[in-house]
């Protein structure tokens, strides 16, 4: 993968824009149990990069619905912070390297931009949010029903995300909207010069090698051709 890195915050977001596109394509293929008001994978534990809250905290300020974002902020509730990126892990994987440990994300706690069991961002929600889907029903099962090549297509998303926005950040979708609640913080993003890293938060990395396993490399092969184009139209 060329490491040569666009920080042009406009290309990436256009990559972004079809990117989810792509997956939207992809997931209506799939016979998943989710539906509006379905609720239950909404919890304080989603993470994003830099790119997707930016994109949310543009949409929610072009509304004039930042009041949302305090919403977000004043909910302190237990959360999950992720002490490495997807690239950061493929890196480790590749190399058999160990993992650092990680509290698993148990917090339940319901995600802040609920609103009476509707996502109140729907439209710009992040890819985290757009990929959590299940065979059958979370809230009766306890647990999400994915089929392994379905998390194969959400890890591949995810490390092209996080390409796409490097340099940037990854973390909690509210801390990392509250980064870039501060103006300051904003610019730094803009700039791409974010230099001393925010607590919970880790650096975004580039591609180091694809998380595909064998039994995957065929049948992946045209969403991977249709990131692969999104990249070249996208000038990244
Ligand atoms: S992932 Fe589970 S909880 Fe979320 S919408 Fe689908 S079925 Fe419902
Ligand atoms: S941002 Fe929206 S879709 Fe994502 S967890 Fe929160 S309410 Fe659910």
Known sequence: MNATLNRNIPDRDAFLDRAYALYETFAKSLDVACKPGCSHCCTRDVTVTTLEAYRVFKALKENGNLALIRKVLADDQRRFQPVITTNQLAELCASDGETPPEDPPVSQNPCPLLDHGLCSIYAHR????????????CGENQFADV?????????????????????????????????????PHRKTYESGCISKLPQGMVFNRPIPVLMIPPEDRDRIRPLLAGLQNLRSICSL
């Open 147 to 183: 089929d392994p090549f379905v998390l194969t297509v959400n890890t591949i998303f995810m490390q092209f995300i996080e390409h796409m926005d490097t340099p940037g950040l990854f973390g909690n979708f509210s801390d990392v909207l509250g980064f870039l609640d501060s103006e």
């Open 126 to 137: 992040p890819f985290g949010c757009r990929c959590f889907v299940s065979a059958s029903n």
